[in-house]
């Protein structure tokens, strides 16, 4: 930790330059990737026509939302209308600064860390970083003055915060292991295993995680057209509608580049790039580092090609009543495994069967839970005839399943005629 916080003022400017350049341009390279990606998984040509192959197909869509008008409505509360998007931006860039890109490199004389900076709890930072980020949602569904951006900005808060819950329970597994919550020792403890193979539940429920905590297909529910037009940012256009949409994207790189540090190895190169001597020093990290985000932005991209939206409540009770108890026994059952490794001397293997069997059996048993729930017999309507009245001329007591009876009658005998 002690190389941090040494550098010039300049190199630490030319770092925060180089961060928010390569944030931009993986947004443009994103947009255009899925476009493209998604056309060819639909039959479809995708962006062809603006720059070589439709490349600056991105950019020619920023400067059209540049040049919009902007349209800001009467109810709307002013401050807090203008004030959202620019929450929603900026959290996105800042969670970039912990995030190590390769080692120690020699860089105009000066030894600096390709990472902006970093310090012993930088991975709860970005927790708190994409918190403040919920405050942009929220406030922009609030301050429209449109009920379906309300309702947008709730339903977007509330999933938010429930995966964020799920995707902070991954991350404990990997502070048991390695030690820190520190980036860039979290990097030099995946020296020879990666943590997704060591940890793959862990890595399993942070990639389903991270496509909730982004609104992504499948789970782009408060973006539901059918349900809300456009969830929170309803109302918004031109520029301020660009910040939103940059901050999805800037997102998405942010939790893939997360990904890459915690449970991909980070900068150090794959199996068997990683016999070459020179794979790990240098600049070469740079590029497989970059490598692995491209892979998971893929993974995003083929998601949104592939899966049908999922209705709210189930999104909503897979989070809560699967991924957070599946997470929490599965850091009971690690931390149990690392006592008993500590104490007993188990091998990795003997490891990997105490946790994982429990856990096998846990999914399972949920599994098993849902079939059979979703196996149970519908109950039929009772059959039903109508009574006379009684003899004095007074109405009989109302009785509920009666009256069910009776309207379901009424229903079949009026579909009938």
């Not at 639909?42 to 026509?49: H, K, M």
């Not at 902070?168 to 860039?184: I, P, Q």
């Not at 599965?330 to 008993?340: D, E, Q, S, Y």
């Amino acid at each position: 930790m002690s190389i941090f916080g040494v550098d010039p003022w300049w190199v630490v400017a030319i770092k925060v330059l180089l961060v928010f350049v390569i944030l931009v341009l993986l947004t443009l390279f994103t947009i255009y990737a899925e476009r493209r990606v998604v056309a060819r998984m639909q039959q479809r040509i995708g962006p062809n026509r603006t720059g070589p192959a439709g490349t600056l197909q991105s950019l020619m869509d920023g400067v059209k939302l540049a040049f919009k008008e902007e349209i800001i409505p009467t109810n709307a509360h002013r401050a807090v209308y203008w004030i959202a998007p620019v929450i929603s931006a900026v959290a996105a860039f800042m969670t970039f600064a912990v995030i190590p890109f390769g080692p120690v490199v020699d860089f105009a004389g000066y030894l600096t860390p390709l990472q902006l900076t970093d310090f012993p709890v930088s991975v709860l930072y970005v927790l708190a970083v994409a918190s403040v980020g919920i405050y942009g949602l929220v406030l922009a569904g609030w301050s429209s003055g449109s009920t379906y951006s309300l309702l947008g900005g709730l339903r977007s808060t509330a999933q938010v915060i429930s995966y964020e819950i799920a995707m902070g329970l991954s991350f404990v597994a990997v502070f048991l292991y390695a030690g820190s919550m520190s980036t860039s020792q979290i990097v030099d403890a995946q020296t020879s295993l990666w943590y997704a193979v060591l940890l793959a539940p862990s890595f399993l429920i942070y990639l389903i995680s991270m496509v909730g905590e982004t609104n992504r297909a499948p789970f782009d529910l408060p973006e539901a057209e059918g349900e809300l037009v456009g969830g929170f940012h309803t109302e918004y256009s031109s520029l301020k509608f660009a910040l939103f949409f940059l901050a999805e994207y800037i997102n998405m790189v942010t939790v893939s580049a997360l990904a890459t540090t915690l449970f991909l190895g980070g900068w150090r190169a794959p199996w068997p790039i990683s016999l070459w001597e020179g794979a790990n020093e240098g600049y070469w990290p740079v590029l497989w580092f970059f490598l692995k985000v491209c892979l998971l932005l893929f993974i995003f991209i083929w998601l949104r090609g592939t899966l049908p939206r999922l209705r709210y409540d189930q999104f909503m009770h897979f989070g809560w009543k699967v991924l957070i108890p599946v997470a929490l026994a599965w850091i009971v059952l690690i931390a149990i495994a690392r006592g008993l490794r500590g104490e007993v001397q188990l091998s990795a293997t003997q490891t990997v069967l105490l946790v994982g069997v429990p856990l096998g059996l846990l999914l399972l048993a949920l599994f098993v839970r849902d079939w059979r729930g979703d196996q149970r017999p519908k109950r039929e309507p009772e059959e039903f005839a109508l009574d006379e009245s009684l003899a004095d001329g007074t109405n009989p007591p109302v009785d509920d399943e009666r009256l069910v009876g009776a309207i379901n009658l009424w229903a079949g005998v009026k579909r009938d005629s």
